[in-house]
């Protein structure tokens, strides 16, 4: 029998996904769906797709994306969501098989947010609720599932990784955070969860832990086997690493130096609040869950977070966005607080439309991209 409260939860996704696309797609504001797929860092994840990160291909295809940069560039860019482009690809156009990855990654989002806060409640209609606030909360969320980022593809494997590994099922677990590492580079952070959990947590010998540990040592020997792909076809393990812009970890609270390279403004005041939502959400999700694997990714991932110096603060958060609104989740059923959430849909909407509006990549000629 199909529990109808993950169906709740999907529709949701889907649903409020072509509510979003609709004006794209009948042109009401001037554009059409291209402006969807042209948004970053979409483009660039179809590009490495087409490409394989060949740079003799991006160099003769892909020149008004490089822009004066070199091939490695795209080093930048991990193949978790490219290679589920790459699926769509064969037998679809790219910009559409783009589009079709969307509408997946949202559907996996979905179903691993329903899977994690039913773990986390062992109630039904609170899981959902929860579900569905984590699709729009925070408000930069909107606009990250509506066009081609990688994060949702993320949060599915790390969050499905956790909670196999709390299943004991470390294989399993182990095969999802490798899945997350060639997804986004701070999956490498589960493995640092695991280590910590398994040599501190773990009761037993020495040998015992080790040969609980062994399986999770998959995670970075996958991380090492990409950027020996990267040698192979960029010239130098540490392509990553040459990219520039791209690793923006410096100490805590770095994002109110506002000579920082990409923070550059004073208007910072809502990082002020984003970072007391998540410290305090983190906090309690600890409070009610203890020390475990899970509260030690999110202990190590927020802490990296605050180390972050960009603007996009709210876009690096998303991550551990389901262990914080986990936190509050005592407080979010309340009616009031309910009542606020449907108000606050219509602003979110109007500040990811606006969004996804102006940050794109222009492209001259689409027939590179098909």
């Known amino acids: 029998m199909i529990n109808k409260h993950w169906v709740v939860v999907v529709f949701v996704a889907v ?3 072509l509510l979003f696309w609709t004006p794209f797609k009948l042109g009401w504001n001037g ?4 402006r969807i797929v042209q948004n970053f860092d979409g483009l660039n994840f179809l590009i490495v797709a087409k490409t394989a990160y060949d740079p003799q291909l991006i160099e003769r295809d892909y020149q008004e994306v490089l822009s004066g940069r070199k091939p490695l560039y795209f080093s930048a860019h991990y193949p978790g969501l490219p290679i589920l482009i790459r699926v769509y690809d064969t037998i679809t156009t790219g910009p559409n098989a783009l ?22 409640t062992k109630d039904g209609r609170v899981t959902v609720l929860l579900s569905i606030v984590t699709l729009f909360f925070p408000a930069r969320m909107l606009a990250v599932r509506a066009v081609g980022s990688n994060e949702m593809l993320f949060i599915f494997f790390v969050l499905t990784s956790l909670l196999l590994h709390n299943q004991r099922r470390r294989w399993e677990a182990a095969i999802m955070g490798s899945l997350a590492v060639l997804t986004r580079s701070p999956g490498i952070i589960l493995f640092m969860a695991y280590f910590f959990s398994t040599w501190y947590m773990v009761r037993g010998t020495w040998l015992e832990k080790i040969k609980e540990f062994i399986p999770y040592l998959l995670i970075p020997l996958t991380l090492l086997g990409l ?10 393990f540490w392509s990553y690493f040459q990219v520039g812009g791209n690793i923006n ?12 390279p990409w923070v550059g403004e004073i208007w910072l005041e809502d990082i002020v609040y984003l970072t007391a939502f998540m410290v305090t959400g983190i906090f309690l999700f600890i409070k009610r869950k203890g020390f475990s694997a899970a509260t030690l990714f999110a202990i190590l991932y927020a802490t990296f977070t605050l180390c972050v110096a960009h603007r996009d603060l709210a876009r690096y958060s998303i991550p551990i966005m389901p ?8 407080i979010i059923p309340n009616k009031v607080v309910k009542l606020l959430g449907y108000i606050l849909v219509i602003p979110i909407f109007l500040y990811a439309w606006q969004f996804v509006l102006s940050n794109y990549q222009v492209v001259a000629d689409w027939t590179k991209y098909l």
Do not use: H, R
């Open 249 to 260: 970890l410096y100490y805590p609270f770095a994002v109110f130096a506002s000579n920082m």
């Open 31 to 34: 554009t059409g769906m291209n």
């Open 227 to 236: 950027w020996v792909y990267y040698g192979f076809v960029f010239g130098s």
């Open 15 to 17: 649903l409020s996904l």
């Open 99 to 120: 589009l079709l990855a969307i509408i997946t990654s949202n559907i996996l989002l979905a179903l691993v947010l329903y899977w994690f806060f039913d773990w986390y």
């Open 323 to 330: 262990f914080v609104i986990a936190g509050w989740s005592e």
